[in-house]
């Protein structure tokens, strides 16, 4: 489940859109199940009788006993009638006799639901008892009319290289960077980067669930997929059938403070790994603890000064480390492939085993190029087709749109050295990473504020909130603030556990998680699951 961005290849391909308005996202449009066209209503009745057609996967990296299908949207809600986007759906047919279907959402933003379903899709195979397992990609994304920032090459507009990221410290610069860069994302994009986002994600859900046949929607939410089903529940309250939400995101802290608790998150998780890493006589940071956190701080500036050439075009530098790291925290399981790929790169100069993790888990070169269908008429487009680049800007794009905080560039010079400093103290590893990240959204029109300001006191059926007390990218509190905020519908679960989400790591949480989606039954509110092989606290109140 991605959390965070590869930080160069987002300043490389995808930054800034100063020039060109994206158009504030559907605040407060109210919700039906069915939209009627009553006057100030545009009418969507089409777009809701439609159903969903299942055949064979024609893309060959997509397993053979998976179905695909797609369901047709519009561009933009207030206008109907004035463009539309076909929606990649995929799933596994249900065993026996089938309830409907429950539809996933990995996270990111900017993770393909389709092509994450026929990776993983085994991890859910108890679903399939009583459902049709849908995974889906939402608008930009994977399949989906996906956006883009560039072809993969390493240079700005201006022909000056960007293998070393500008340094956050220095925003003058940084900004002169996003704004050379803006037209790429614009140019490759098409006209989905003017509709992106969570609002409008969120009504493509209910088209979806309406097109599958099904009177409520039922879900399960990864990471950023917390937040797509609380704004559903939002819009759509009583269409909202059996919820489980893992890994919680926050609704209301800014990005700024969204980028302190992941580099705090981040931080910590590296500390274990650390702690863990020392204990062996292959850790390629030695035995010593305190030596080997002072190294990853020394290697990472090291490759900032002096990247590595690669096999995989562009030189890799300190923050493509960083980003690697930031990827193979996110479970223990991952953390001796984590040790080795490092090890690898320490003793040999091979950075094949970090890129790995750097790219999601697959090493693909940078110099592919995008692919025209990327920007066409709102069509899908084949799997081989989809912009390398797409998780980074999708990832921009909609973080973006779903943020109303815009400070201009006075401002944002007055802020930055302080936040340098915070960020710097939250992680001396992550800290510039994520201050980089930070600063992407500078240059676009503010976001819409509907997420902030409406997505509470949800009136729904009861809903499940999985937290993780060890969760290096969405920490433990934000599932508390976030079940306080969506009111009595919210039921917590508490991991005890480590790692990013519960429901693939821990057997406690993936079996009441099933439970509640297969037959309702719900654990009381506030009871925990204990950390895998630790027997205590089974059901205790946390």
Same mark, same amino acid.
């Given at each position: =489940?991605?959390?965070?961005?590869?930080?160069?290849?987002v300043?490389?391909?995808?930054?800034?859109a100063?020039?060109?308005?994206?158009?504030?996202? #559907?605040? #407060?449009?109210?919700?039906?199940?069915?939209?009627?066209?009553d006057?100030d209503?545009?009418?969507?009745?089409?777009?809701?009788?439609?159903?969903?057609?299942?055949?064979?996967?024609?893309? +060959?990296?997509?397993?053979?006993?998976?179905?695909c299908?797609?369901?047709?949207v519009?561009?933009d809600?207030?206008?109907?009638?004035?463009?539309?986007?076909?929606?990649?759906?995929?799933?596994?047919?249900?065993? @026996?006799?089938?309830?409907?279907?429950?539809?996933?959402n990995?996270?990111?933003p900017g993770?393909?639901g389709?092509?994450?379903?026929?990776?993983s899709?085994?991890?859910? =195979?108890?679903?399939?008892?009583? %459902?049709d397992?849908?995974?889906?990609?939402?608008?930009?994304? #994977?399949?989906?009319?996906?956006v883009?920032? #560039?072809?993969?090459?390493?240079?700005?507009?201006?022909g000056?290289?960007?293998?070393?990221?500008?340094d956050?410290?220095?925003?003058?610069?940084?900004?002169?960077?996003? +704004?050379?860069?803006?037209?790429?994302?614009?140019? *490759?994009?098409?006209?989905?980067?003017?509709?992106?986002?969570?609002?409008?994600?969120?009504?493509?859900?209910?088209?979806i669930?309406?097109?599958?046949?099904?009177?409520k929607?039922?879900?399960?939410?990864?990471? %950023?997929g917390?937040?797509?089903?609380? /704004?559903?529940?939002a819009?759509?309250?009583?269409n909202? @059938?059996?919820m489980?939400?893992?890994?919680?995101?926050?609704?209301?802290?800014?990005l700024?403070?969204?980028?302190?608790?992941?580099a705090?998150?981040?931080?910590?998780?590296?500390?274990?790994?650390?702690?863990?890493?020392?204990?062996?006589? @292959?850790?390629?940071?030695?035995?010593?603890?305190?030596?080997?956190?002072?190294?990853?701080?020394?290697?990472?500036r090291s490759?900032?000064?002096?990247? =590595?050439?690669?096999?995989?075009?562009?030189?890799?530098?300190?923050?493509?480390?960083?980003?690697?790291?930031?990827?193979?925290? %996110?479970?223990? +399981?991952?953390?001796?492939?984590?040790?080795?790929?490092l090890?690898?790169?320490?003793?040999?100069?091979?950075? !094949?085993?970090?890129?790995n993790f750097? $790219?999601?888990?697959?090493?693909?070169?940078?110099?592919?190029?995008?692919?025209?269908?990327?920007?066409?008429?709102?069509?899908?487009?084949?799997?081989?087709?989809?912009?390398?680049?797409?998780?980074?800007?999708?990832?921009?794009?909609?973080?973006?749109?779903?943020?109303?905080?815009?400070p201009?560039?006075?401002?944002?010079?007055?802020?930055?050295a302080?936040? *340098? !400093?915070?960020?710097?103290?939250?992680?001396?590893?992550?800290?510039?990473?994520?201050?980089?990240?930070?600063?992407?959204?500078?240059?676009?029109? !503010?976001?819409?504020s509907?997420?902030? +300001?409406? /997505?509470?006191d949800?009136?729904?059926? !009861?809903?499940?909130?999985?937290?993780?007390? @060890?969760?290096?990218?969405?920490?433990?509190?934000?599932?508390?603030?976030?079940?306080r905020r969506?009111?009595?519908?919210?039921?917590?679960?508490?991991?005890?556990?480590?790692?990013?989400t519960? %429901?693939?790591?821990?057997?406690?949480?993936?079996g009441?998680?099933?439970?509640?989606l297969?037959?309702?039954?719900?654990?009381?509110?506030?009871? $925990?699951?204990?950390?895998?092989?630790?027997?205590s606290?089974?059901?205790?109140?946390?």
């Open positions: =489940m991605p959390a965070v961005p590869r930080t160069r290849s300043l490389r391909h995808c930054v800034g100063g020039a060109v308005a994206l158009a504030l996202l #559907g605040a #407060g449009l109210p919700a039906a199940p069915v939209p009627p066209a006057g209503q545009p009418d969507l009745t089409r777009f809701y009788r439609q159903k969903a057609r299942w055949t064979a996967c024609q893309d +060959e990296d997509l397993p053979k006993d998976m179905q299908a797609k369901v047709t519009p561009l809600y207030t206008q109907p009638g004035k463009g539309t986007l076909d929606l990649a759906l995929s799933r596994y047919r249900a065993t @026996g006799r089938s309830r409907g279907s429950v539809l996933l990995f996270g990111g993770g393909s389709v092509s994450q379903l026929g990776l899709g085994k991890k859910f =195979m108890g679903l399939t008892n009583g %459902y397992v849908v995974g889906f990609d939402p608008r930009g994304v #994977g399949r989906s009319s996906p883009s920032c #560039g072809d993969g090459t390493a240079e700005t507009p201006d000056q290289s960007t293998a070393e990221p500008p956050a410290a220095h925003p003058q610069a940084l900004m002169k960077q996003l +704004e050379q860069l803006t037209a790429r994302c614009i140019r *490759n994009s098409g006209p989905v980067l003017a509709h992106i986002g969570t609002v409008n994600a969120a009504r493509d859900l209910d088209v669930r309406q097109a599958l046949g099904d009177s929607l039922n879900y399960l939410g990864f990471s %950023y917390t937040k797509l089903g609380a /704004v559903y529940a819009q759509f309250p009583h909202v @059938g059996r489980a939400l893992d890994g919680v995101d926050t609704l209301t802290e800014s700024a403070q969204q980028g302190v608790a992941g705090q998150g981040q931080q910590t998780a590296l500390d274990d790994f650390l702690d863990w890493c020392v204990t062996d006589l @292959g850790c390629p940071f030695g035995q010593d603890r305190r030596k080997a956190g002072e190294a990853v701080v020394r290697l990472v490759l900032d000064r002096d990247p =590595m050439p690669s096999d995989f075009g562009a030189p890799f530098t300190g923050q493509d480390l960083v980003g690697a790291l930031a990827q193979g925290l %996110y479970g223990k +399981e991952l953390w001796p492939l984590l040790a080795r790929a090890a690898s790169l320490m003793e040999d100069g091979d950075t !094949r085993g970090v890129q750097a $790219s999601g888990g697959y090493a693909v070169p940078l110099v592919r190029k995008t692919k025209t269908g990327a920007r066409g008429g709102g069509g899908l487009v084949a799997g081989s087709d989809i912009p390398v680049d797409n998780l980074s800007a999708a990832l921009m794009a909609i973080n973006c749109a779903d943020d109303p905080d815009r201009g560039a006075e401002q944002l010079a007055k802020d930055v302080r936040l *340098n !400093r915070e960020y710097q103290q939250a992680s001396p590893v992550f800290g510039r990473f994520r201050l980089t990240q930070l600063m992407l959204c500078y240059g676009r029109p !503010r976001g819409t509907f997420i902030r +300001e409406q /997505v509470k949800v009136p729904t059926a !009861r809903m499940l909130l999985v937290g993780t007390r @060890g969760d290096p990218a969405t920490p433990y509190r934000w599932t508390i603030e976030t079940a969506l009111g009595p519908s919210a039921v917590v679960l508490d991991n005890r556990g480590d790692g990013h519960g %429901y693939t790591s821990s057997r406690c949480v993936h009441k998680v099933d439970d509640f297969l037959y309702g039954t719900l654990p009381a509110d506030g009871s $925990s699951c204990p950390a895998d092989g630790d027997t606290g089974v059901g205790s109140s946390g």
